[in-house]
Nanobody, 131 residues
Framework: QVQLVESGGGLMQAGGSLRLSCVAS????????VGWFRQAPGKEREFVAA????????YYPNSVKGRFTISRDNVQNTVWLQMISLKPEDTAVYYC????????????????????????WGQGTQVTVSS
């Protein structure tokens, strides 16, 4: 079992920055790839970013590429999502999720973009961007 706790959300004006944190506990953190997803009211959950177990590989959709950066520290058991140039359309509840990869394979990129591929989820943190 892995427990994930997100923090760092809040209210921000358009153009501002926020850094979200996801702290993990319970299992060997480096045995998991980690992704961030978001869900706005009335919309489906959307992939935002993912990082491999080592931190060496990252993935982003075009909607956030160049504005969001995912990183991790396996000693601190933490993944961060740095968000800059925020837009009102970034408003959502942001979730981090962990996908087991105990053999440290190079996972297919597409598998890290699908929410159903993940094994554990945090409770989410609200990000609101005003115009």
């Amino acid at each position: 079992q892995v427990q994930l706790v997100e923090s760092g959300g809040g209210l921000m004006q358009a153009g501002g920055s926020l850094r979200l944190s996801c702290v993990a506990s319970g299992r060997t953190f480096s045995d998991y790839a980690v992704g961030w997803f978001r869900q706005a009211p009335g919309k489906e959950r959307e992939f935002v970013a993912a990082v491999s177990w080592s931190g060496a590989t990252t993935y982003y959709p075009n909607s956030v590429k160049g504005r969001f950066t995912i990183s991790r520290d396996n000693v601190q058991n933490t993944v961060w999502l740095q968000m800059i140039s925020l837009k009102p359309e970034d408003t959502a509840v942001y979730y981090c999720a962990a996908k087991h990869n105990g053999y440290h394979y190079s996972l297919p990129a597409e598998s890290l973009k699908k929410d159903y591929e993940y094994d554990y989820w945090g409770q989410g943190t609200q990000v609101t961007v005003s115009s």
